[in-house]
């Protein structure tokens, strides 16, 4: 395992940035697309459906690349899980999902499982 001198400075940045994102995006971007989807209504029900299945795919395929780089450099570990629901739902929620996602390290500045101190790395 490496010591926390090892870590690089820019990949915990871009990894707490890709966590941040994750965190505050997925809410705003769920109503987003449900708007554009009732527009799409409006218009025609075939554009809407179009709609909904483009912003759902796009949604995923960002999630699915920012939880990708949400990793510890240290240990490897996800800092969000990467699942949909995890962007979208509270913590109660997501630890009923999945038990060893219950911290939030955009908020504590500390790894869940290796407790490297994300705050020094930061400025």
């Known amino acids: 395992m490496e010591t926390q001198t090892e870590v690089k400075p820019e990949s915990v ?6 966590a941040t994102l994750i965190r505050r995006s ?4 769920a109503v987003v697309t449900l708007l554009l ?21 796009c949604m995923v395929c960002v999630f699915v ?7 510890c450099p240290q240990c490897k570990t996800r800092w969000w899980d990467n699942t949909f629901v995890a962007a979208t739902t509270g913590r109660r ?3 009923a999902i999945d038990p060893d996602c219950t911290g ?3 908020v504590e500045l500390k790894c869940r499982h290796c ?3 994300i705050a020094p790395y930061l400025k």
């Open 13 to 18: 940045r871009r990894a707490f940035r890709a």
């Open 26 to 29: 997925g809410v705003p971007v």
């Open 37 to 57: 989807a009732a527009i799409g209504f409006a218009v025609h029900a075939a554009l809407g459906m179009l709609v909904i299945v483009i912003c759902l795919l």
């Open 65 to 71: 690349v920012l939880s990708v780089q949400a990793k």
């Open 93 to 95: 929620l997501r630890a």
């Open 104 to 106: 939030n390290e955009t």
């Open 115 to 117: 407790r490297l101190e």
